[in-house]
C-alpha cells in the first residue's frame, strides 16, 4: 500500500479556500486516491475520490497531477464547520481492499 | 447514500468483563467489514478484516483471541473485547463496503474500561 504524506495541521479563517496537499510518490498505477473527513468521536465521513486530473463534487474538488504522485484536497470557501482532521488514502478502488490512515491533516478554520 | 451504524455509541465497563460491539450496513449488503481502534489524537489503526461468512483477518499484533469477530450475515459484524483491561480502553470504528467500492464507516463506539 503507498504510504502518504500530508501536513499535520493547517490553519485557515472562514471564507476562505483551503488546499491541503498529500504526496504518495509510490503510488501504484491501479491505486485511486481517496480523502475522509474526521469530526472528534466520530467515524470518517467520505468526500472524494479520484484516479487522474480533477474531480469536484458539491462539497470539495480534488486535483491530481499527471505523474499521480500527489494530490491537493480544495475546499472553497470554509467555514467554522469544516474544522476536522482530512484523511488523504490511496489504495485500488476495490472496496475490499484495507485502508491503512496516515496522520491527516488537522485543519483548524477560525472566524 | 450508504450508512452504517454501532451500537452502543458508548460503553462502560469494569475490568475483565466481555463487551459486544455491533457493526451493521442498513441500506445496502456488506460483505466485507472492517474494525479500527483510535486512540486520543491518534490516526486510525486496522485492526481486521471481516468477510461475511468466514473467519476474520487479524492485522499483525492484534489478537484475536482478544478480539473476536463475528461477520454471519450481509449486515453484520460483531467485535467482542473479552476480558477487557483498562488498556483496552479506545474508540472502536467498523467500516463496510458492498458493490460501491467505496468503504462507508459507522459512528464509532467509544469503550471505557474501568
Known amino acids: 500500500l503507498a504510504k502518504t504524506t500530508q501536513p499535520i495541521s493547517m490553519d485557515s479563517y472562514e471564507g476562505q479556500e483551503v488546499n491541503i496537499t498529500c504526496s504518495h510518490n509510490?503510488?501504484?498505477?491501479?491505486?485511486?486516491i481517496t480523502w475522509y473527513q474526521q469530526f472528534p468521536s466520530q467515524g470518517p465521513r467520505f468526500i472524494i475520490q479520484?484516479?487522474?486530473t480533477k474531480v469536484t463534487n458539491e462539497v470539495a474538488s480534488l486535483f491530481i497531477p499527471a505523474d499521480r504522485k500527489s494530490s491537493t484536497l480544495s475546499l472553497p470557501r470554509v467555514s467554522l464547520s469544516d474544522t476536522a482532521v482530512y484523511y488523504c488514502?490511496?489504495?485500488?478502488?476495490?472496496?475490499?481492499?484495507?485502508?491503512?490512515f496516515g496522520t491527516g491533516t488537522r485543519l483548524l478554520v477560525s472566524p | 447514500g450508504a450508512v452504517v451504524s454501532q451500537h452502543p455509541s458508548w460503553v462502560i465497563c469494569k475490568s475483565g468483563t466481555s463487551v459486544k460491539i455491533e457493526c451493521r450496513s442498513l441500506?445496502?449488503?456488506?460483505?466485507?467489514m472492517f474494525w479500527y481502534r483510535q486512540f486520543p489524537k491518534q490516526s486510525l489503526m486496522l485492526m481486521a478484516t471481516?468477510?461475511?461468512?468466514?473467519?476474520?483477518?487479524?492485522e499483525q499484533g492484534v489478537e484475536k483471541d482478544k478480539f473476536l469477530i463475528n461477520h454471519a450475515s450481509l449486515t453484520l459484524s460483531t467485535l467482542t473485547v473479552t476480558s477487557a483491561h483498562p488498556e483496552d480502553s479506545s474508540f472502536y470504528i467498523c467500516?463496510?463496503?458492498?458493490?460501491?467500492?467505496?468503504?462507508?464507516f459507522g459512528p464509532g463506539t467509544r469503550l471505557l474500561v474501568l
Open positions: 471481516s468477510n461475511e461468512g468466514s473467519k476474520a483477518t487479524y
Open positions: 488514502l490511496v489504495a485500488p478502488n476495490t472496496g475490499f481492499q484495507k485502508l491503512v
Open positions: 479520484g484516479y487522474k
Open positions: 441500506d445496502f449488503q456488506a460483505t466485507t
Open positions: 467500516s463496510a463496503t458492498g458493490t460501491s467500492e467505496t468503504q462507508y
Open positions: 509510490n503510488i501504484a498505477t491501479n491505486d485511486y
